[in-house]
């Protein structure tokens, strides 16, 4: 599945580097706003044990882990909705992602300027919040001046999308997010249609000194990005950049060492991009075989069917039924057979929705 997560936050807050630690793609980091300007973006391997784990049971001659986009997008400075710092560009990038990684600075260094002379993680949260709303309600204006001139002619389409834009404006009004909006079953689909920037999910990355990595809860800049994140029902997580390129660089053995080293158990890059792989519903099943194990991702609540068509469409087009057994009980028992013989193997017809860990068997005819 094709869905991308975007790294964004005001100029020199580690985007670019942890952009680069990411993927290893080397995007330019400079010591300058708008070191980026055309995003930069790469794949990325999502995390799992569990893959390692099928791997040694099953022996396969190849394995293939899920992925996931990244794209790293151009600083943001205040008035870019406005067109300020070649904003509108960026604003357009940003509307073709999924998702926000927002990078936000939580460390003192007089070496790397900041775009505002100052440090202050909450302000420059406001600064792009602020922006992306100012574009929302633009493209609100727009769309009612339309919609509502089709709307007196009584179509029913046209007077379920004013009443949405209706109700969203004055919460943009108001400086806040579409996202702190309720919406119904029956609203949701208008609203998606409508591709603001402010329903887009979003994660906060707070991003500390070297130094600070072991003991993040006394840095005060990220107790209020993790106030502020509260209020938004937000994740945080805490990343240094500039040490994750360095742990992206290093081998296994080397890796743990590091991290030992700094006193945290877990790469950031690795929570980030479990993170935002979960941000956006996604799970994984995955397939598994003496020729190949890999893992898949799908969308949280996909049916049997579905999940068969991301591997092909002749496999959804023409499907029978799935052999499923969890990654647990196959760990447990071994083997396929072993679980077969344990009764933890099932056949799983078209309305069964597939849960995240599950070993599948599709078999299809056409």
């Known amino acids: 599945m094709s869905l991308t997560a975007g790294i964004v936050g005001l100029p020199n807050v580690g985007k670019s580097t942890l952009f680069n630690a990411i993927t290893k793609a080397g995007a330019e980091a400079a010591n300058y706003p708008f070191a980026t300007i055309d995003p930069n973006v790469g794949m990325v391997e999502v995390p799992d044990y569990r893959l390692e784990e099928l791997t040694k049971l099953v022996k396969p001659k190849k394995t293939v882990?899920?992925?996931?986009?990244?794209?790293?997008?151009?600083?943001?400075?205040?008035?870019?909705?406005?067109?300020?710092?070649?904003?509108?560009k960026f604003l357009s990038h940003i509307r073709q992602v999924d998702a926000i990684c927002h990078v936000v600075r939580c460390f003192d260094d007089d070496n790397i300027t900041h775009v505002e002379g100052r440090v202050d993680p909450l302000a420059d949260i406001d600064t792009i919040n602020l922006e992306l709303v100012l574009a929302d309600l633009e493209s609100v204006d727009k769309r009612l001046a339309r919609v509502s001139k089709i709307a007196k002619t009584k179509d029913k389409e046209a007077v379920a999308e004013l009443a949405v834009l209706e109700k969203i404006k004055p919460v943009l009004e108001e400086g806040k997010s579409a996202r702190s909006i309720e919406f119904t079953d029956d609203e949701l689909p208008i609203v998606k249609g409508l591709f603001l920037l402010t329903t887009k999910p979003v994660l906060y990355v707070a991003?500390?000194?070297?130094?600070?990595?072991?003991?993040?809860?006394?840095?005060?800049?990220?107790?209020?990005?993790?106030?502020?994140?509260?209020?938004?029902?937000a994740e945080v997580i805490t990343v240094c950049a500039r040490a994750e390129e360095e742990i992206a660089e290093l081998d296994e053995d080397d890796k743990k060492d590091f991290l030992e080293a700094l006193g945290i158990e877990e790469s950031g890059l690795d929570k980030l991009?479990?993170?935002?792989?979960?941000?956006?519903?996604?799970?994984?099943?995955?397939?598994?075989?003496?020729?190949?194990?890999?893992?898949?991702?799908?969308?949280?609540?996909?049916?049997?069917?579905?999940?068969?068509?991301?591997?092909?469409?002749?496999?959804?087009?023409?499907?029978?039924?799935?052999?499923?057994?969890?990654?647990?009980?196959?760990?447990?028992?071994?083997?396929?057979?072993?679980?077969k013989d344990a009764g933890r193997v099932?056949?799983?017809?078209?309305d069964y929705v597939v849960q995240d860990g599950d070993v599948m068997l599709f078999r299809f005819n056409v």
């Open 207 to 233: 991003n500390v000194a070297e130094d600070e990595i072991a003991d993040v809860e006394n840095n005060n800049y990220v107790k209020q990005v993790k106030e502020f994140a509260a209020t938004e029902n």
């Open 346 to 350: 099932r056949l799983e017809g078209k």
């Open 273 to 339: 991009i479990r993170t935002a792989y979960h941000l956006l519903g996604l799970a994984t099943y995955f397939t598994a075989g003496e020729q190949e194990v890999r893992a898949w991702t799908f969308k949280v609540g996909m049916k049997a069917p579905e999940c068969a068509g991301i591997i092909h469409t002749d496999f959804e087009r023409g499907f029978i039924r799935a052999e499923t057994v969890s990654f647990i009980d196959l760990k447990e028992y071994g083997s396929m057979s072993a679980a």
């Open 65 to 88: 882990p899920a992925t996931f986009e990244f794209t790293d997008i151009a600083g943001i400075v205040r008035g870019a909705s406005k067109g300020e710092g070649l904003g509108n």
